[in-house]
T-cell receptor, first 114, second 110 residues
Framework: DSGVTQTPKHLITATGQRVTLRCSPR?????VYWYQQSLDQGLQFLIQ???????AKGNILERFSAQQFPDLHSELNLSSLELGDSALYFC?????????????FGPGTRLTVT | ELKVEQNPLFLSMQEGKNYTIYCNYS?????LYWYRQDPGKSLESLFV?????AVKQEGRLMASLDTKARLSTLHITAAVHDLSATYFC??????????FGTGTSLTVIP
């Protein structure tokens, strides 16, 4: 158990809908990362937050947005869902990019868009 | 865009044998990561390599980094069945943008 929690574990929704994935980092970790894993695209970095502020952006679609709240949990919002958005979404946390680069991954949310 | 290539993509090896997984990347990187993923599971961080010539070892796995060649290797010594998993390398560029390799699916056969 990495100490990173993600909810829900599974999500099935229809095209065009909007969903929110939630991530709680390990206690004491200030940085949260979001990743997408699919058979087509492999593992892709989406976005990173550090202490509430966006730190780095990867291949995140405009239909997707994220934020990190004052209690350090993070949410990834996916809207106007398409079949191709079906994937595993992982979040990870780390203490701080400057102190420790090791990341701890949550169990993931499996999103199925029908 | 930074490209990360891993080879081989699939590796089947006998217990007790040694083998190396290679990770090449296309442009200068800040640091290099190795991860392990068991089927149906999340990722587990194995190593973080920060500088040229860095070498880290944990059990039967040893990772090294050559920044001049833009190459990292993950060496497996005397493989055991428990090492069967998919191994990913990833590099960071311009700060904290992560780029992942395609993964190497390792099967260790008794």
């Amino acid at each position: 158990d990495s100490g990173v929690t993600q909810t829900p574990k599974h999500l099935i929704t229809a095209t065009g809908q909007r969903v929110t994935l939630r991530c709680s980092p390990r206690s004491g970790d200030l940085s949260v990362y979001w990743y997408q894993q699919s058979l087509d695209q492999g593992l892709q970095f989406l976005i990173q937050y550090y202490n509430g502020e966006e730190r780095a952006k990867g291949n995140i679609l405009e239909r997707f947005s994220a934020q990190q709240f004052p209690d350090l949990h993070s949410e990834l919002n996916l809207s106007s869902l398409e079949l191709g958005d079906s994937a595993l979404y992982f979040c990870a946390s780390s203490v701080s990019p400057g102190l420790s680069y090791e990341q701890y991954f949550g169990p993931g949310t499996r999103l199925t868009v029908t | 865009e930074l490209k990360v290539e891993q080879n081989p993509l699939f590796l089947s090896m006998q217990e007790g044998k040694n083998y190396t997984i290679y990770c090449n990347y296309s442009t200068t990187s800040d640091r290099l990561y190795w991860y392990r993923q068991d089927p149906g599971k999340s990722l587990e961080s194995l190593f973080v390599l920060l500088s040229n010539g860095a070498v880290k070892q944990e059990g039967r796995l040893m990772a090294s980094l050559d920044t001049k060649a833009r190459l990292s290797t993950l060496h497996i010594t005397a493989a055991v069945h428990d090492l069967s998993a998919t191994y990913f390398c990833a590099v960071t560029h311009t700060g904290n943008q992560f780029y992942f390799g395609t993964g190497t699916s390792l099967t260790v056969i008794p």
